[in-house]
Structure formats: C-alpha cells, structure tokens
C-alpha cells in the first residue's frame, strides 16, 4: 500500500506550497513565510509590510497597536497630537499643521483666511459670525462698523448712528392693535454738515426713535421711530425737526424714501391682511401718485408679487426680494415701501395716514361693499376718508396731488 501524502500548506502570500517550517503566523492570523515579514515596533508581532502603519516617531505600528492613534489628513502618517483645521476634510498631524495659518480673531488653524479691514486675517466661519462688508466696498469691517479705516475717510461717521445692522428692542408708544414704525431716509450736502444734522436730530427724537446708516445713502443717515400708534404719531413726533433740517441743508430726493412697517398684529385676520393687500396692489396708480414716486427699483408693484398675496396674508414670505411695494420678508411687520422721502411734515404724516386709513378701511370690507358699492376702487376709499378728519393729512395731500377723486 503506497504510504498516505499530507499537501504541503500553502503560504498565503505567495498563494504557493511551501515546508510548515517555512511559515509564520503574523499578527492579523494569517499563514505567511517568514522570509519578507516585518515586525510591529511595538508588540513584535510579525506581519506584512502593507499590513504596518509608519507613525510620526518613524516606526511601524501593527493596526492594533494603533488604537490609540490618528491618522493625518495630509500626509497619512498616524499621530498622537492631532490637530484641528477649520475648512479640513480631516485634521492633521503637527507637522502637517504648521503649514496653515492662524486666524487672528479665533486662534485656529484654517485652510482659507480671509482679509478684514485693519491687515488681520480670519477664518470663514468668523467671517460669517462677526463681519460684514464695508457699505461703499468690499472690505470685511466687524458687524456694528459701517465703513473700512479707507472709506470712513470719504464718508462720514458720528457715535449716534448705528450700522444698518442695528436692531433695538422695540419700544410701543400708543394704544393698539395697529402700530407703524416709519424710516425717513434723509441726506445731507457735504460731510462738514453730517455732525451738525445728526446732532439736530438726535436733539429732537429723544427714545422715540434712533439712527442708521443705509448702503442707499452716501452722506446722510436713515431716521428709524420705535412702533407708534397714528394717533400718538401726530401728537408725539417732532414734527418741526423737518422744517429744521431742511432750513439746514438737509434734503431728500428719488434715491430716498419713506418706508413703513404696518403690524401684522394690527390686522383682524389673514383675510383682513389679505384685502389690504389686494387692495393697495389694485390701486396701484393712484397710490404712487399720492407717494410721489413711480417706477421705483427700490418699491417695484410686481405681477408676482401681487399673484401670491393670499399666500402672504398667511405668513408666507417666498418672494421676489424685499425691494417690493410692500416687503413681505419681516416676519413681525408688513414693509409698505412705496413713498419718496421728504421733509415736508404733511407729505410725511400723509404716508402714516395713508398707512393707518388703508388698514382700517379693509378692515371692516365686506362683500356688499366690493359687489355693490365698488369698494375696491379708490373713489370709494377717498369718499370713506373725507368722513374721517383724523386723516386730514391724507386728504390733503390727495388733493394737493389731484388723486382725491
């Protein structure tokens, strides 16, 4: 009887028979000659070369003894001290991390710093936590500065006119539901004027309304009043400040406006808003006559717009940009941004009114009103304000502008 035959084992690298004493168990469990092997500079274990790790100490570490190591992101070496890279896929190994820089503001290594005004470098997430570009260019200055140390030389500053960014809490005057919140923009000649107009106003509002720089404006500043009822508006509001100004210099003209923010608590229901809407949007002639401003890119009567007003009596605020008639983007307010700025008191009181009247003539509309009595069209809403004296402003201006009929 021929005598049994046992195979050879194979060595699973080179996939070949070979003597058992020729073979070696390496660290991953597997069968491989001993000729070629390396070892792991830490537990001795042999094992394949492509089965090692090279650390940043120049040794070769098995995949288990490398539990408590990390691998760089750049140049793939393992490491203990692993650093953070904002803008990094991965973070990487000290040597590998003293190729980026450092951002001045945060202190952390970025892959991208960007310049901001006064030669410091930041990185892209405190660009957009704390910075802003420059009204007049696009310099990074900090969120309350308006213009870069090159511009603020061009344009005028004064302590008491915050960045266009500067939004206080708001301060109620008068009795609702309908509060107005109005911004009159107001521009001045020439830069040795700035201070003096500034004072003069700061003078003259006291709490009832503050200061903002705007990008629209170059030499000048917006006026801003905290919520205010009509009523309180008429009675409380310097209304002898413009005629001061405007004895000073100061002037207004088609790049300026007057915007008002309407309370979207101040209307009954989403049907009340929406019939204001529509309503303003149906009258679209007659309101920019009365506004002295037609075609405005900063106040457009879109088609658009006008089609999602129901949606917007709801809340909802998907637009065409906030440079519409009424922006509908605050999320507390309806913007009505439809009126050219002045100094005049009665063309200013005469947009508040208009404001205050539109919404109080919508509220109680009823269908009788639009099906028999044409109540949409503005002969009926002129006729309803002439029976209304606390709108005197309003019918003035209406008639000084030939739109009161």
């Known amino acids: 009887m021929p005598a049994s035959t046992v195979a050879d084992p194979l060595c699973e690298q080179r996939s070949s028979p070979v003597r058992s004493e020729e073979l070696t168990i390496t660290v991953d469990g597997a069968r491989d000659c001993a000729d070629g092997l390396s070892r792991c500079d830490r537990c001795t274990t042999e094992a ?3 089965t090692l ?3 940043v100490d120049d040794t070769l570490l098995c995949l288990a003894c490398l539990t408590d190591w990390d691998r ?17 896929a991965a973070d990487v190994c000290a040597e590998c991390a003293s190729g980026y820089e450092t951002c001045n503001d945060c202190g952390e290594l970025a892959t991208d710093l960007l310049p901001v005004d006064g030669d410091n470098r930041v990185c892209e997430r405190c660009e957009d936590k704390n910075y802003h570009e420059c009204s007049d260019c696009f310099t990074l200055v900090p969120l309350d500065t308006t213009y870069c140390d090159s511009c603020a030389d061009t344009y005028p500053t004064h302590p008491a006119v915050r960045s266009s960014y500067y939004t206080p ?3 109620f005057h008068g009795d609702g539901p309908l509060f107005l919140g109005m911004e009159l923009e107001i521009k001045t000649p020439r830069n040795r004027d700035y201070h003096n ?23 000048g500043f917006e006026l801003v009043t905290h919520p205010m009822s009509y009523q309180y508006a008429l009675q409380h509001f310097p209304w002898q400040l413009l005629g001061r100004l405007r004895l000073l210099g100061r002037y207004t003209d088609d790049g300026v406006g007057i915007h008002v923010h309407l ?3 101040g209307f009954s229901s989403p049907a009340h808003a929406y019939r204001w809407l529509k309503f303003v949007y149906r009258n679209e002639h007659s309101v920019t006559t ?4 037609r075609d405005s890119e900063w106040a457009e ?3 658009q717009q006008r089609s999602n007003a129901q949606d917007y009596a709801k809340g909802g605020q998907a637009g065409y940009g906030r440079y519409q008639a009424i922006n509908v983007y605050p999320e507390h307010t309806f913007e009505l941004r439809v009126f050219a700025s002045s100094l005049h008191p009665q063309q200013v009181q005469a947009a508040l009114a208009f404001a205050a009247a539109s919404v109080e003539y919508t509220r109680g509309l009823s269908a009788a009103d639009i099906a028999r009595r044409r109540g949409w069209e503005w002969t009926a809403f002129t006729t309803w304000v002439r029976s209304r004296p606390d709108y005197s402003p309003l019918l003035a201006e209406m008639e000084a502008l030939a739109c009161a009929s």
């Open 263 to 265: 309370s979207r608590a």
């Open 197 to 219: 107009a500034v004072d003069t106003t700061v003078t003259h509002v006291g709490d009832l309304a503050y200061l903002k720089t705007d990008g629209s404006i170059t030499c």
């Open 290 to 293: 009365l506004a002295r401003r």
């Open 48 to 50: 394949r070369a492509d």
């Open 53 to 55: 790790a090279r650390t």
């Open 169 to 171: 809490v708001p301060q």
């Open 72 to 88: 760089c992101g750049d140049c793939a070496i393992y490491t203990r001290d692993i650093r953070t890279v904002i803008g990094a």
């Open 301 to 303: 009567f879109s088609p």
